[in-house]
Structure formats: structure tokens, C-alpha cells
């Protein structure tokens, strides 16, 4: 098995609130902290999928007066 099979990786958080998955053996970059929950990538990524909600709303750009022009209201 490779190194990267077999390393243990955490979930990590950046200053803006971005979550992500990075092995712990590795530096993190400034502004990126461990959250603590660690495991396989597999867990990690599964872990960030169910339980770290995307804080950017998905909005549609028709959703947003904003963004209508007189061409998309008719």
C-alpha cells in the first residue's frame, strides 16, 4: 500500500469558513486550521459532505432581481 492509501487526513477550516480535507502530516497553509476529526480520506470527505453545509447560497441567477433585464422578463 502507498504512503497516500494509508495516511490519515483531517477535515480543516479556513479563516472564511471553507472546509476541506488535507492529510495531517502535511503544513497547512496560514488561515487553515484543524477542525480535529481525523480518518481515512474516504471518512474525511464523506464526514465534510454530510456534515459541513456550504455557506454560499445556490441561487439561481432568474432567482435575483437584480440580475433581470428587460430581454429575460419577456
Do not use: C
Not at 477550516?13 to 481525523?38: A, E
Not at 465534510?48 to 435575483?64: A, H, K, L, N
Request: glycine share 6%; proline share 4%; charged share 20%.
Amino acid at each position: 500500500m502507498s504512503k497516500f492509501n494509508t495516511a490519515v487526513f483531517g477535515v480543516i477550516v479556513s479563516d472564511d469558513h471553507r472546509f476541506t480535507i488535507w492529510p495531517t502530516h502535511h503544513r497547512l497553509f496560514p488561515g487553515w486550521h484543524f477542525t480535529g476529526h481525523t480518518g481515512t480520506q474516504a471518512a474525511m470527505q464523506a464526514l465534510v459532505e454530510q456534515q459541513f453545509v456550504e455557506t454560499v447560497p445556490d441561487m439561481q441567477v432568474g432567482e435575483d432581481q437584480r440580475y433581470r433585464t428587460t430581454e429575460l422578463a419577456n
